[in-house]
């Protein structure tokens, strides 16, 4: 009878274990790879994602789909994925107001730290105060002036209460101790309208939140980075401007379901961070949306989305901003 050892009885028993769940694991990609968009078509996340949308497919060597979910601030689609198996096939793309809805929406119906995992901070870009041609100001230091000496008069527009603008502006007023009328919109395509029309003093969003009329029909006034963007490097800062300790831009990142693997979970981010060394993906994102590619870490994404909440829960705890 054929006898084996103790020892490499053992070593063989200890090979299978280490070898199963690599065994049962199933290889991925395996199937469609969904991207949930949780706004519409046509606004800067959907922009972004079916920019990286083809260069993904080419990559992981399955299709890449895309489903809009709008509602809720992106909180309905972004639910949607949290309760999404965690295979590795449902992604989404969060826009900055993924940092602000767990302190403005009572019922998200998930939990963003427990549910979700940060993959990639995809690239951030500085809101833009801006006003209309028709408007007297050239410098954000004469519209705070004037908001002072007429408090309540100078109205300011944002894509709606809780948004970043409307966060960073709160935020200004308060450290700059004067006072504006909030106008506030349903998105971005009413707001930017209003803006062409001269309905608004002070239209404010990222570049490409104001529909390509910066120089144009809008003369900007500040930026709200805490430096000067590459993309603006004639634009001076808030803090520039005589607001200090304004540090705020508008943010696009991918989150994924959490519990999917940490083999998945690198893949994945090595095709964005493939896609966004694409020569047209870089040229279009920096012009007209005006957005500068950051492609973090998983690491520095998830350092950032906890600062970032934790700022705008005091803004709005602060300002005792309630949703409309």
Known sequence: MLRIGRRPLLAGLATTALAAPALAQAPWPNGPIRIVVPFPPGGSVDTITRLLQPRLTQDLGVPVVIENRPGASGALGTAAAARAPADGNTWVTVFDS?????????NLGFDPKRDLVPIMLIGTAPMLITTHNSRPWRKLEEVIAAAKAAPDTITYGSIGVGSLSHLTMSLMQQRGDFKMVHVPYRGGGPMSAAAAAGELD????????????????????????????????????????????????????????????????????????????????????????????????????????????ETWAGVIRDNQIKPD
């Open 98 to 106: 993924h940092s602000v809805n767990p302190s403005f929406i009572s």
């Open 202 to 309: 002070l239209p404010m969003a990222s570049n490409a939140g104001l529909g390509g009329q910066v120089g144009q029909t809008l003369r900007p006034l500040a930026q709200t980075g805490g430096q000067r963007s590459a993309l603006f490097p004639d634009l001076p800062t808030v803090s520039e401007s005589g607001v200090p300790g304004i540090d705020a831009k508008a943010w696009w990142a991918m989150l994924g379901r959490a519990g999917t693997p940490e083999l998945i979970q690198r893949r994945f981010h090595a095709a964005l961070a493939k896609a966004l060394e694409v020569p047209e993906v870089r040229a279009r994102l920096a012009s007209p949306m005006g957005v500068e590619i950051v492609a973090s870490s998983r690491e520095e994404f998830g350092t950032f989305l906890d600062r970032q909440m």
